[in-house]
């Protein structure tokens, strides 16, 4: 293909295509592991990307009234943590002259959202409520179809079609005809009555059943409902001292190898003298030499973060409440930064705002409030820039710093949450970093899971030959029995 058809693809997308994995595997995943399928569909999306220009297309590049309409953006996530993009209905209307220009919006959007959240599915929503013929667009729908079936693989969870007017039932039909089998599973047609089986309330606005109160608007480009500014709710309380002690002797009693003086150095620390630790102890303490390779790190212009993707919280069963981001800061300048969340009723950030200073580390504590649970929809979002020496890094100085500086200066980088129901996560935790003692990574379950798959076989197979003598024990006995009677009746007779 390369050979063939070099001049028509775009060269960024093959470099990727030779040095990511993960978009290697997506597009196996999608096409059922059957080679030829995959470079055929490969081929195809290459040739797409490069006719779209999807690698250059930007806000700068599409007439500001395409977003200003407010007919596809991303908002909200579906009860599996999948993000929701939404397709207006009832604000597209057909028109030949502007098709290309709409497409492109769709490919912004996906190509947007596949570089930030680096692929993770999407859920589509058609919202169809106060539509009519004239907003049956049979090609554009069908664009958007293929994107996700042709172009995007491995892309779609699933597709919820909101409140279908019957006239365009038989429209539909030609829409199933473009999907496929595996897509046509993915339909999800809903009603107000049914629609919070896939869409939790909170995310679906007041004509949905729901109770989002969220109102589409541009500029700027719609985020992830990041509430800001986050608040640091005040100092760690002494009762999450406690929590932390409770935590440390827990710990002690696993460990049983620890003496006594060791006990005592590690009550006495907590999360406030964590924060404090010069950049030495961060790497002693954070960096420990038996960390596992698995813990991955975001290689930011000005911030390199860890974790790079998720935050490892536990359920109410685990009670894991704690962990850390760790930022380093890799210029030469003083970096400030702010974290926010689209939940902050749930979680305290400590620092949420201030400075890092050039070529130092910086521990960030999310800890989880009393009685909340972490969940899969949430989310956080660290943004840095640079500042200049002569500036102060004071809070009225950051305060005056973030209303000025251009958004094209900020780095942005976004964090997944996830619920860990039975085993340690694999994350920077505060209890595990406590005692530089590394998580387990999704390696060691596997092989744990192996090794209790095994055991459990063996036992299995013991289990089956103890029921087997058993079975022939009982019928030796028996006949045993009935020898010895008729023996008797023998010598009787």
Known sequence: YLLDKSDKYDSRDVERLQQDDKWVENYLIWRHDVVDDTLKMIDESFQWRK????????????PKWLFEIGSLFLHGYDKEGYKLFWFRVKHH??????????????AFWLEYYAKRDHGKPLTVVFDMAETGISHIDLDFVRFIVNCFTDYYPNFLTKIVIFEMPWIMNAAFKIVKGWLGPDAISMLKFTNKSDVQEYISGEYLPPHMGGTDSFKYSYPPLVDDDFQTPLCENGPITSEDEHESKEEIDADTKETGDLNEEQNLNQKKMNSIEQISKSEETDKTEFKPKNAKKTLTTFKGPLLHISPAEELHFGSKETGEKKCLIVLTNVTKNIVAFKVRTTAPEKYRVKPSNSSCEPGTSLDIIVSLHGGFAASLQDRFLIMAAEMDQSSGAGVPELTQFWKEVPRTKVMEHRLRCHVIESSKPSSLTLKENAFNIPAKTNEDLHIQLTHLLQINKRLQEQMDRCLWFQQLSVVLSLLSVTVVAFCFYLAYA
């Open 51 to 62: 006719e779209y220009t999807v690698n250059d297309l930007t806000e700068s590049v599409l």
């Open 93 to 106: 209307t057909r028109d030949p002259k502007q098709q290309l220009e709409k497409k492109k919006l769709v």
